[in-house]
């Protein structure tokens, strides 16, 4: 007998639910260097722009969801016209969600791991050189990087298992507070740094002569690409969490509060990352350089460098581990609206599926790094990152715009009013030629740019 499907039980909840799932890695270690890099203030100006012109396609998942009350491989059956095939594609959310957490779960085992590399005291008084050493150690090493992958699927399905209530919204409520408090307490201490001002002027004046010196459609490109792929659409993950909302509320308030949550730690990122720098004179190099070597040494440098190290992995673990309950919800959900499992079941197959096919990637730096898919120097996980960020993100953000803006799709009436149902901000009619027309155009040349970037350039 199929289970009877739980709601949120609050606003904030869902707010901070789907804010969670936004919020990963990557407002860590690729915006703030993106941002100084591309001109400071200037480059978050055109971000906040681009981004706004892809925050539709977090409504439109949000109000598929509401809409049907089911997962996104269930929705598309239930919204389309009679005789029409959007549901063929309804595979888009399972597929995407797995090979997103096929390299994501080893990544955060990154994270738990150094929490207690740094907690434990093994990386105290180690040198830039040696912390070096000991993430090359650490990569090396099959057990270390399949215990930690294990560890987070654990972490994930353990939740999911609770419900939606008593387990996902519960904890991930109180990892997200407990995110935003340690970044702020981390800002203040970076900012407070001797010498901290220069980091600050890199990241946040603006700065017109590394914005022509980049060239205008560079920058455009970084920040479109920024803007697009930091509010995780494309793959449904969004639509669950709208499934499980009520309907007091109009969606794209709601969107405009996560799109909010997720640039104010974004930015707040940069203010933890570059005045500290600059305080030490190193460089704030992008990717799992400054993560692990560069910012523990920062933290080895400054009193109580052990807590506030701690304290910062504990931030990356809560940023995390979020991201991967929200997506692994969105797995157990598909199963249980399309193949009718109840919750436990479903939650203890898919770990084990996961934790399988997580296996290659975790294993790509040490006993399987000769397999290098995307030429000389690559490994499994930047295969499976470029399938996710060139593919499912894209094209499925594509087909949802699609779907709600087409006649022969569940259609703009449709989607109206859904997404204006409750009160709250409604969303601006005025904006269809642009999502019908001008959006999906915008999309493919991501789509076409990922491929020139990986094999031309």
Known sequence: MKETREMLGSRLGFLLLSAGCAIGLGNVWRFPYVTGANGGAVFVAVYLLFLLGVLPVMIMEFAIGRASRTNLGRSFHMLEPKGTHWHRMGWISLVGSYVL????????????GYCWHMGSGALAGADTAALGRFFEGTLASPAMQVGWMSAAVCAGFAVCMMGVQKGVERVVKVMMLGLLLLLLALVVRSITLPGAGEGIRFYLAPDFDKFREVGFWNVCNAAMNQAFFTLSIGMGTMSIFGSYLEKERSLTGEAVWVMGLDTFVAIMAGLMIFPACSAFGVDANAGPGLVFITLPHIFNSMPAGQLWGTLFFLFMSFAALSTVIAVFENIVSYCADVYGMPRRRATVINALVLWVLSIPCALGFNLWSSVQ???KGSCILDLEDFIVSS????LGSMFIVLFCCCRC??????FIREADLGSGMKFPAWLRPYLTYV???VILVIFCVGYWEKFFK
């Open 409 to 414: 799709g569940w259609g703009w009436e449709n």
């Open 391 to 394: 593919h499912f993100l894209p």
């Open 101 to 112: 957490l096929m390299f994501y779960a080893t990544v955060t085992g990154w994270m738990l």
């Open 373 to 375: 898919p995307l030429g």
């Open 439 to 441: 959006l999906p155009c």
